[in-house]
């Protein structure tokens, strides 16, 4: 028996489990402590109403022969797809029903989609980045650049300045928090098809866009032919826990004439048995007109709290990007501070935990991330506290 040998690359330890240590030994050093976590990307609002009492229904039909649906896949249901079609039509990007694959999350799809691509394929990914990019490449054994976004390009990634098969993009960014552009993703789009390489858009947060940008990479003219969509129900509509997403493959998108839709289509036909009945359900009724209200609702309350945090941090003088299209606020330390010393600041002094930019990758050294996912007066006591020992 053998093991697979790039696992032995990994980093050892996974960013949040080294916070949480930290932050658990300052609690059991400090029990009356009163922590306020900004720090981790999970949500905290409930499942929007027409979610719940979807989902309340789809159980009453599994309890009836004649409504009962077994294995997803081999059901011929496609109403959560022919939803997000429709969802993808008001923005004027026409999908076909099998260009849309179903699935228990963005960061399974974003880490399995390697699956179908060779392990020689160069893969690019931002820096800082969503970890899951970046070690789900290493397990392959693929080859990483990094696409160095700091304050100079104001983390917009710039084109690779060498050779990318694969490169990962995402949209509202994880962990900078900061939005492309049209022309911006036009320069991508254009890139990608001009090499031959394939751009693999995370659009996760999408639902936290508020200044017009595009929502999908295939508003952008010519993205059928090099792009592929991640989407999930997580951060838009509360999820995490009951686990929905889906990945766009267009038809067009061919790699030496093998379309990568029927790849994908295959993988995930072998691997994968669908997402669940009554999740599909919770799901669809996102896109009804009380469920669109109730997750405007949900994400106003977040964009509410990084508003809060990102002014806060902006009238204490630092330099700060995200929390206007993202529930991510993103800021520089000041006076050379490192992004581990701001932490341990922040952890010991104020009791507010947050996350160090240095662990998204080499250009976040010196930055760190808060997170509008708290409760709203919670956020606005640790922008106080912050305010009180660094203003
Ligand atoms: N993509 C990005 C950029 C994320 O930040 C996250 C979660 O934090 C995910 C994907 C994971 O989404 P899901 O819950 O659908 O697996």
Redesign the pocket.
Request: a negative charge.
């Given at each position: 028996m053998t093991l697979n040998p790039n696992f032995q690359a990994l980093k050892a330890s996974y960013l949040f489990a080294d916070i949480g240590k930290k932050v658990r030994e300052y609690q059991a050093a400090n029990p009356g402590a009163d922590v306020i976590r900004l720090g981790i990307?999970?949500v905290t609002r409930p499942l929007p109403r027409a979610s719940i009492e979807a989902m309340h229904k789809a159980v009453d039909d599994m309890a009836r022969a004649e409504t009962f649906v077994g294995y997803p896949t081999d059901a011929g249901i496609h109403f959560l797809e022919d939803a997000v079609i429709a969802d993808y039509a008001l923005r004027g990007v026409a999908l076909a029903q099998d260009e849309i694959f179903l699935s228990?999350?963005?960061?399974?799809?974003?880490g399995n989609i390697g699956d179908i691509f060779g392990t020689d394929n160069v893969v690019a990914v931002c820096d800082p980045v969503?970890p899951?990019y970046v070690d789900t490449n290493v397990m392959a054994g693929r080859k990483i650049i990094l696409l160095p976004c700091n304050a100079e390009n104001d983390f917009a990634p710039p084109l690779p300045g060498e050779h990318a098969d694969i490169v990962y993009l995402?949209s509202p960014?994880?962990p900078t928090g900061t939005a492309m552009d049209a022309a911006q993703l036009k320069a991508w789009v254009d890139w990608a098809n001009a090499h031959g390489s394939v751009l693999l858009y995370?659009g996760?947060?999408e639902a936290f866009i508020t200044e017009g940008l595009p929502r999908s990479i295939f508003e952008i003219p010519g993205a059928r032919t090099c792009a592929i969509e991640?989407r999930?129900?997580?951060?838009t509509a509360g999820?995490?826990g009951v686990?929905?997403?889906y990945t766009v493959v267009p038809k067009e998108l061919q790699c030496g004439g093998v379309s990568v839709n029927a790849l994908w289509g295959r993988r995930q036909a072998t691997k994968f048995n669908g997402v669940s009945y009554i999740t599909q359900r919770g799901a669809e009724a996102t896109f009804t007109p009380e469920g669109r209200a109730q997750v405007r609702a949900n994400i106003a309350y977040y964009l509410n709290n990084a508003g809060t945090i990102r002014a806060g941090l902006q009238s204490l003088g630092f330099r700060v990007w995200g929390g206007v299209n993202s529930p991510y606020v993103w800021f520089a330390a000041k006076h050379g501070m490192g992004s581990w010393e701001l932490f341990d600041l922040l952890l010991n002094e104020v009791q507010v935990v947050g996350t160090p930019g240095s662990g998204f990758g080499p250009a976040g050294k010196g930055y760190f991330r808060l997170t509008g996912f708290g409760t709203a007066e919670r956020t606005a006591e640790a922008v106080e506290r912050i305010r009180g020992r660094l203003g």
């Amino acid at each position: 028996m053998t093991l697979n040998p790039n696992f032995q690359a990994l980093k050892a330890s996974y960013l949040f489990a080294d916070i949480g240590k930290k932050v658990r030994e300052y609690q059991a050093a400090n029990p009356g402590a009163d922590v306020i976590r900004l720090g981790i990307g999970d949500v905290t609002r409930p499942l929007p109403r027409a979610s719940i009492e979807a989902m309340h229904k789809a159980v009453d039909d599994m309890a009836r022969a004649e409504t009962f649906v077994g294995y997803p896949t081999d059901a011929g249901i496609h109403f959560l797809e022919d939803a997000v079609i429709a969802d993808y039509a008001l923005r004027g990007v026409a999908l076909a029903q099998d260009e849309i694959f179903l699935s228990d999350g963005a960061k399974s799809d974003t880490g399995n989609i390697g699956d179908i691509f060779g392990t020689d394929n160069v893969v690019a990914v931002c820096d800082p980045v969503y970890p899951v990019y970046v070690d789900t490449n290493v397990m392959a054994g693929r080859k990483i650049i990094l696409l160095p976004c700091n304050a100079e390009n104001d983390f917009a990634p710039p084109l690779p300045g060498e050779h990318a098969d694969i490169v990962y993009l995402c949209s509202p960014n994880n962990p900078t928090g900061t939005a492309m552009d049209a022309a911006q993703l036009k320069a991508w789009v254009d890139w990608a098809n001009a090499h031959g390489s394939v751009l693999l858009y995370d659009g996760a947060y999408e639902a936290f866009i508020t200044e017009g940008l595009p929502r999908s990479i295939f508003e952008i003219p010519g993205a059928r032919t090099c792009a592929i969509e991640f989407r999930s129900f997580s951060k838009t509509a509360g999820f995490t826990g009951v686990r929905c997403a889906y990945t766009v493959v267009p038809k067009e998108l061919q790699c030496g004439g093998v379309s990568v839709n029927a790849l994908w289509g295959r993988r995930q036909a072998t691997k994968f048995n669908g997402v669940s009945y009554i999740t599909q359900r919770g799901a669809e009724a996102t896109f009804t007109p009380e469920g669109r209200a109730q997750v405007r609702a949900n994400i106003a309350y977040y964009l509410n709290n990084a508003g809060t945090i990102r002014a806060g941090l902006q009238s204490l003088g630092f330099r700060v990007w995200g929390g206007v299209n993202s529930p991510y606020v993103w800021f520089a330390a000041k006076h050379g501070m490192g992004s581990w010393e701001l932490f341990d600041l922040l952890l010991n002094e104020v009791q507010v935990v947050g996350t160090p930019g240095s662990g998204f990758g080499p250009a976040g050294k010196g930055y760190f991330r808060l997170t509008g996912f708290g409760t709203a007066e919670r956020t606005a006591e640790a922008v106080e506290r912050i305010r009180g020992r660094l203003g």
